[in-house]
């Protein structure tokens, strides 16, 4: 956003206006520079009117929701530009009343242009972080600092595909080295897909101390809305450092992960054990007689939940980023990572309404220290101090994922193709070592806990013409173009996880308890348009099945998506392609990056990194070290 900050008269301003015709003020916190079209205009169908709350389906009127978006999209007319400043925050005063360390985002509200004074000016202890707004087929340029004293930090933009971007997937250790404190990194990706996601940062735990925020590609819709209320984040949130926490999570003395200390809604709550001590609930008004488009987001580190609005069902349209065929539910399960756009009508009588997240009783997808976690949907004419009266029918609930849905653009394999090469078995199992510290929880896939090299990523071995990479990268290669794969993924522990993959929405051919056999057990596969999305929940001791095309060059990451988990082994990654991927981007953008990580890691405390697989030296004194870094995701 611009702001002119000179003591300049009307005229001076109109002058210094005249000069900046591309630039308007607005308060969004990123400029949008308009750009001639990319490519060749496609239209995705016949003529269809511009898109409005009686014409969702359709998008700038060439493209609707029936476009294949994997082919063709709308041109890249606009660059959303942002610039996100990460800082340390010794002594947040949190949402919920609790001081705290912190990593949080700043953004610039003041923006230097060289035709103008200009200065800078940050908004300060933003959480969650901006969120970043664009629209189908645009193109988003973030300009991250990390203005941090002793900690590194990158950022995954959850979900999005990268076609032909694998290095700006922003996963360290993968796809990049970490940016080192005092440094920036440019990030420059295509969305190519419509719908609700979110950013965070991939460097260790470092998303549960702040560094997180709402990605919203505005694009057509499977069913008609009045009003877009935006992005809706929901995530465990602890009063303690993800750093801190992790290392109590990995002792097997310890037991079960630390339970959270709150559930936030759009970064609001109030402090468990009442308003007194801090805090507030998060409200949301809605209009009477309208639809509202709500964009659900679990963005925790370990808590998986239920959520349920008192009196009110959800029109489902879209699964993470793949519209589905509307289906109306009176509840949601949401795994971490995973995103739901939801339609509310405001059908019920003028008042307030709690919007509830409930966990299983079990803990066994997380708990929390907050015993009813909710935020308060307000009808517009309602009290805007009072409470809800109804607390709602309690839920039983349980750990397992939602089932039922149909994507919109249907993707049929051939039943034929599971067969062979094409399949492989990805076994996940817990192990105990004892290390320096004592005895600690070890998950592996395909015996292997995953241990990325910060600073020496697999793109860097791709760039240099090197495959010697350490055999815990734990990197499977994918050599076969444009064909469906397979990966049988065994869960032989009573713990669920959430499976993210990078780079790719896969079909969820079938989930099921026990062992699966891919000799006997092809019958219990769903081949016809199957659940398509970039994070599914496992059930423990259960097997599920996914399969992608391989038409996206590049290095992906697959992992689970809770937090003490993939720091603890469970990823894998998969090199697609790898022969094309050179001539397929500007692999020697890494070096600049990657050389002034390694010149930071001489010199700090806090290195080499502890944590995902890497054997520690024996009688280290952790405790005695600031925690600095965590996991890989």
Same mark, same amino acid.
């Not at 169908?45 to 998008?59: F, I, L, S, Y």
């Not at 602890?238 to 992790?246: M, P």
């Not at 809800?388 to 193709?417: D, K, M, Q, Y």
């Not at 105990?432 to 005895?439: A, E, I, T, W, Y």
């Given at each position: 956003?611009?702001?002119?900050?000179?003591?300049?008269?009307?005229?001076?301003?109109?002058?210094?206006?005249?000069?900046?015709?591309?630039?308007?003020?607005?308060?969004?916190?990123?400029?949008?520079?308009?750009?001639?079209?990319?490519?060749?205009?496609?239209?995705?169908?016949?003529?269809?009117?511009?898109?409005?709350?009686?014409?969702?389906?359709?998008?700038?009127?060439?493209?609707?929701?029936?476009?294949?978006?994997?082919?063709?999209?709308?041109?890249?007319?606009?660059?959303?530009?942002?610039? #996100?400043?990460?800082?340390?925050?010794?002594?947040?005063?949190? $949402?919920?009343?609790?001081?705290?360390?912190?990593?949080?985002?700043?953004?610039?509200?003041?923006?230097?242009? $060289?035709?103008?004074?200009?200065? #800078?000016?940050?908004?300060?202890?933003?959480?969650?972080?901006?969120?970043?707004?664009?629209?189908?087929?645009?193109?988003?340029?973030?300009?991250?600092?990390?203005?941090?004293?002793?900690?590194?930090?990158?950022?995954?933009?959850?979900?999005?595909?990268?076609?032909?971007?694998?290095?700006?997937?922003?996963?360290?250790?993968?796809?990049?080295?970490?940016?080192?404190?005092?440094?920036?990194?440019?990030?420059?990706?295509?969305?190519? @897909?419509?719908?609700?996601?979110?950013?965070?940062?991939?460097?260790?735990?470092?998303?549960?101390?702040?560094?997180?925020?709402?990605?919203?590609?505005?694009?057509?819709?499977?069913?008609?809305?009045?009003?877009?209320?935006?992005?809706?984040?929901?995530?465990?949130?602890?009063?303690?450092?993800?750093?801190?926490?992790?290392?109590?999570?990995?002792?097997?003395?310890?037991?079960?992960?630390?339970?959270?200390?709150?559930?936030?809604?759009?970064?609001?709550?109030?402090?468990?054990?009442?308003?007194?001590?801090?805090?507030?609930?998060?409200?949301?008004?809605?209009?009477?007689?309208?639809?509202?488009?709500?964009?659900?987001?679990?963005?925790?580190?370990?808590?998986?939940?239920?959520?349920?609005?008192?009196?009110?069902? /959800?029109?489902?349209?879209?699964?993470?980023?793949?519209?589905?065929?509307?289906?109306?539910?009176?509840?949601?399960?949401?795994?971490?990572?995973?995103?739901?756009?939801?339609?509310?009508?405001?059908?019920?009588?003028?008042?307030?309404?709690?919007?509830?997240?409930?966990?299983?009783?079990?803990?066994?997808?997380?708990?929390?220290?907050?015993?009813?976690?909710?935020?308060?949907?307000?009808?517009?004419?309602?009290?805007?101090?009072?409470?809800?009266?109804?607390?709602?029918?309690?839920?039983?609930?349980?750990?397992?994922?939602?089932?039922?849905?149909?994507?919109?653009?249907?993707?049929?394999?051939?039943?034929?193709? /599971?067969?062979?090469?094409?399949?492989?078995?990805?076994?996940?199992?817990?192990?105990?070592?004892?290390?320096?510290?004592?005895?600690?929880?070890?998950?592996?896939?395909?015996?292997?806990?995953?241990?990325?090299?910060?600073?020496?990523?697999?793109?860097?071995?791709?760039?240099?013409?090197?495959?010697?990479?350490?055999?815990?990268?734990?990197?499977?290669?994918?050599?076969?173009?444009?064909?469906?794969? /397979?990966?049988?993924? @065994?869960?032989?522990?009573?713990?669920?996880?959430?499976?993210?993959?990078?780079?790719?929405?896969?079909?969820?051919?079938?989930?099921?308890?026990?062992?699966?056999?891919?000799?006997?057990?092809?019958?219990?596969?769903?081949?016809?348009?199957?659940?398509?999305?970039?994070?599914?929940?496992?059930?423990?001791?259960?097997?599920?099945?996914?399969?992608?095309?391989?038409?996206?060059?590049?290095?992906?990451?697959?992992?689970?998506?809770?937090?003490?988990?993939?720091?603890?082994?469970?990823?894998?990654? #998969?090199?697609?392609?790898?022969?094309?991927?050179?001539?397929?981007?500007?692999?020697?953008?890494?070096?600049?990056?990657?050389?002034?990580?390694?010149?930071?890691?001489?010199?700090?405390?806090?290195?080499?990194?502890?944590?995902?697989?890497?054997?520690?030296?024996?009688?280290?004194?952790?405790?005695?070290?600031? $925690?600095?870094?965590?996991?890989?995701?």
């Amino acid at each position: 956003m611009l702001w002119l900050t000179s003591q300049a008269s009307v005229a001076g301003w109109s002058a210094l206006l005249a000069a900046l015709p591309l630039v308007a003020a607005s308060p969004a916190p990123s400029p949008v520079i308009h750009l001639l079209p990319r490519q060749t205009i496609i239209p995705g169908g016949k003529p269809c009117g511009q898109n409005n709350a009686t014409n969702r389906q359709c998008w700038k009127n060439n493209w609707n929701i029936s476009t294949d978006y994997d082919h063709i999209n709308p041109p890249a007319f606009n660059n959303r530009v942002y610039d #996100f400043h990460i800082t340390n925050v010794t002594n947040w005063l949190g $949402p919920d009343g609790v001081r705290k360390p912190a990593m949080l985002i700043n953004i610039p509200t003041f923006s230097d242009y $060289p035709v103008c004074s200009c200065r #800078f000016n940050f908004t300060t202890d933003q959480f969650p972080g901006p969120t970043i707004e664009a629209d189908w087929g645009d193109y988003v340029i973030v300009n991250v600092y990390n203005d941090m004293q002793d900690n590194g930090t990158s950022i995954h933009w959850h979900g999005i595909r990268q076609y032909g971007e694998s290095n700006q997937d922003g996963a360290n250790g993968v796809t990049e080295c970490p940016i080192p404190p005092g440094s920036m990194k440019t990030y420059d990706f295509h969305v190519t @897909q419509y719908g609700t996601s979110w950013y965070h940062s991939h460097y260790s735990n470092q998303y549960g101390n702040g560094v997180v925020g709402a990605l919203i590609v505005r694009g057509p819709a499977a069913a008609n809305y009045d009003i877009d209320l935006g992005p809706y984040m929901i995530n465990d949130y602890y009063h303690e450092t993800a750093d801190r926490l992790h290392l109590r999570a990995e002792l097997v003395s310890n037991g079960p992960p630390p339970d959270s200390d709150n559930i936030l809604f759009r970064g609001k709550n109030i402090h468990p054990l009442g308003a007194s001590r801090g805090g507030s609930y998060d409200r949301l008004t809605l209009t009477p007689g309208k639809k509202h488009l709500l964009r659900l987001i679990n963005a925790s580190v370990d808590n998986s939940f239920v959520v349920s609005l008192v009196g009110h069902n /959800f029109t489902v349209i879209t699964n993470d980023l793949v519209a589905i065929n509307p289906v109306v539910r009176s509840s949601l399960f949401l795994a971490v990572g995973q995103r739901y756009d939801v339609i509310i009508e405001a059908n019920q009588p003028v008042g307030n309404y709690w919007l509830n997240a409930t966990l299983e009783a079990n803990n066994n997808c997380g708990r929390s220290r907050n015993p009813f976690p909710a935020a308060i949907i307000s009808y517009q004419g309602a009290s805007t101090t009072a409470l809800p009266t109804n607390r709602g029918t309690p839920r039983v609930v349980t750990c397992n994922g939602e089932t039922g849905f149909s994507p919109i653009l249907t993707r049929t394999v051939p039943s034929t193709a /599971f067969a062979g090469s094409a399949v492989g078995t990805l076994p996940i199992d817990l192990q105990f070592p004892n290390h320096g510290r004592g005895q600690v929880f070890e998950w592996r896939v395909k015996n292997t806990p995953i241990n990325v090299e910060w600073d020496h990523p697999i793109l860097e071995y791709i760039l240099e013409g090197n495959s010697s990479w350490p055999g815990q990268a734990n990197l499977i290669d994918v050599p076969q173009a444009d064909q469906w794969v /397979f990966w049988v993924i @065994q869960n032989d522990f009573a713990l669920p996880h959430p499976i993210h993959l990078h780079g790719h929405d896969f079909l969820t051919l079938g989930i099921g308890a026990g062992t699966f056999n891919v000799n006997t057990m092809k019958s219990q596969l769903n081949f016809n348009n199957p659940i398509r999305r970039d994070v599914v929940q496992m059930p423990g001791n259960s097997w599920l099945v996914i399969g992608y095309k391989t038409d996206n060059p590049g290095v992906w990451l697959m992992h689970c998506h809770i937090g003490w988990h993939v720091a603890m082994g469970l990823g894998v990654q #998969f090199l697609e392609r790898k022969d094309e991927i050179r001539r397929m981007m500007p692999l020697d953008q890494l070096v600049p990056n990657c050389e002034a990580w390694r010149r930071y890691a001489k010199t700090s405390p806090y290195l080499p990194k502890i944590d995902s697989g890497l054997r520690r030296r024996e009688g280290e004194e952790l405790e005695k070290r600031k $925690p600095a870094v965590r996991r890989i995701a």
